[in-house]
């Protein structure tokens, strides 16, 4: 990961099991700081097993900071449509529930607009058959996880998600 130079911008986004989301852009040049956790829900300070419960409605989501001069919001969009499965309805692959859905949470109306960009091109693209049901909402208040969730893969060596 590169050193943190300059000024950074945030995004954050829910794509499935907050593991291998992390662990993919934490690997990304640009991408000076990743940490998990949740957001898009009711409940202060959830717990995992509030979050996996349903209840509290949140989404498992990955917060990072970028560098722009390294790498633009729009490189990070696309990876983001790549490392998962856009028209699955609250779930990636074997993970079901809300708290696995597709969401790209925004920090401003620019974010908003390349957002919303980027999803009706991949619609149009016709790579998928099915709708693309990933949200995009108003980032909210994160709530880091327990810090055994923090750089999983990195810590353990295991590819989980």
Not at 151 to 157: I, N, V
Request: proline letters at 4%.
């Amino acid at each position: 990961m590169a050193k943190k130079a300059g000024k950074t911008e945030a995004a954050s986004f829910a794509a499935g099991c907050f593991w291998g989301v992390e662990e993919e852009f934490r690997c990304v040049k640009g991408v000076v700081e990743t940490e998990v956790g949740y957001m898009g829900g009711t409940t202060k300070n959830p717990t995992y097993d509030e979050v996996c419960t349903g209840r509290t409605g949140h989404a498992e989501t990955v917060h990072l900071k970028f560098d722009p001069k390294e790498i633009s919001y729009e490189k990070l969009l696309e990876i983001f449509w790549n490392l998962h499965d856009p028209t699955q309805l609250n779930r990636q692959g074997p993970d079901i529930g809300g708290n696995y859905r597709s969401i790209i949470f925004y920090y401003s109306p620019q974010q908003k607009k390349l957002a919303t960009e980027s999803k009706e091109k991949l619609a149009k693209s016709g790579k998928y058959r099915n709708d693309i049901v990933t949200e995009i909402v108003p980032a909210t208040n994160f709530w880091r996880a327990e810090e055994y969730h923090q750089k999983y893969e990195m810590k353990t060596g295991k590819k989980v998600c």
